[in-house]
């Protein structure tokens, strides 16, 4: 990792960088900007926030140089897990993550993140989930990391922020960490070992531990604690719907124009519907391509008999029935 061109790139813009304490990233790639743009309408100026813009083409590149926000460019295609290794490595402060389809319409949510009351917590988050293990992990959506205690727990074992596995055998992903038998002896007792994470409110359970949850696990063996720093509704959808925040959840798949993006099921009528409603607000203010990607979400939304006229009034009473107020769906509406 420490020979690839995109760490060398990050921390040189790090160690460059004048204000390094409390930097919340944010990370997206080509094709993201419409979600970026509303995304940044919710961030005050004066949250240290860094853009990091994957592959994006040269118009792209230029719209995020016009934001006025701190912001670095990776010539890559990579994901985001390969970034949070990088910033594990980089950050000599507490650090933070937050989504571009997270929109924060209360910023004090952003400023209650950086506080940790005392040195055994390893995260502030928004969203946690209870698990089959006995433990509540924390998501990555919007999320705070206590650089203090990633130290402390590296003086103990070897760890990163990587998904990982028990056996490449269990996923055919090569870019998954193998769990080690230091890991194994350290877990053995704690957790069920050679068993995945099953969310106990979804039942979605993945051949894996996703991005932190393993480092979370290693953590919380180890006495540290995350805290949840937004008392949000438990229920499958709502959880990520309030009046404070809004997570909106997989934009970086559809929005992508391919059929794909369509394993979202049920729901991608729904996300169509919002990516629709921001594409249709920015697009004039996005580089030439969006109004193509536009173009793209309206036949899709035909094929579906989905009137344009119908999908704002469609996105607002389903916002609505799911615990959003008028005053922030009508601030994602302009």
């Not at 912001?71 to 000599?92: A, G, Q, R, S």
């Not at 990555?140 to 490449?168: A, G």
Request: aromatic residues 16%; contains cysteine; hydrophobic residues 35%.
């Amino acid at each position: 990792m420490k020979d690839s061109r995109e760490y060398k790139c990050l921390k040189e813009f790090y160690d460059k960088k004048c204000s390094k304490e409390n930097i919340f990233y944010s990370f997206f790639t080509e094709g993201m900007l419409f979600w970026v743009k509303k995304m940044l309408s919710y961030i005050p100026d004066s949250v240290n926030l860094v853009l990091i813009g994957a592959g994006l083409d040269a118009e792209e590149k230029k719209w995020v140089h016009d934001t006025d926000r701190e912001y670095v460019f990776l010539e890559n295609h990579v994901d985001d897990t390969f970034i949070w290794n990088i910033l594990f490595e980089i950050n000599k402060y507490n650090f933070g993550w937050i989504d571009v389809d997270c929109f924060v319409f209360d910023s004090c949510i952003l400023e209650k993140c950086t506080m940790f009351p005392d040195d055994k917590i390893f995260a502030n988050a928004v969203w946690s989930w209870k698990s089959d293990l006995g433990l509540k992990y924390y998501n990555t959506y919007l999320i705070f990391i206590s650089v203090s205690v990633v130290q402390e727990i590296r003086k103990v074992i070897s760890i990163y922020p990587n998904k990982y596995i028990y056996s490449k055998d269990d996923c055919g992903d090569s870019n998954l960490s193998v769990i080690s038998d230091k890991h194994i002896h350290l877990l053995n007792g704690f957790i069920p070992i050679g068993c995945y994470p099953c969310n106990l409110l979804t039942g979605n359970r993945l051949p894996y531990f996703d991005t932190l949850t393993f480092y979370e696990t290693i953590a919380q063996k180890l006495g540290y604690r995350g805290k949840k720093i937004a008392p949000l509704r438990s229920d499958i959808l709502q959880m990520y719907f309030s009046n404070q925040i809004l997570h909106i959840g997989d934009a970086s798949m559809f929005s992508n124009s391919n059929r794909e993006s369509k394993f979202i099921g049920e729901n991608y009528e729904r996300y169509l519907e919002i990516s629709y409603i921001l594409l249709d607000q920015s697009v004039s203010c996005l580089p030439s391509k969006y109004m193509h990607k536009l173009e793209y979400i309206k036949n899709e939304l035909h094929d579906m008999r989905v009137s344009e006229d119908s999908v704002y009034e469609k996105s607002y009473k389903w916002l609505l029935l799911n615990g959003l107020g008028d005053k922030e769906i009508r601030s994602l509406f302009s």
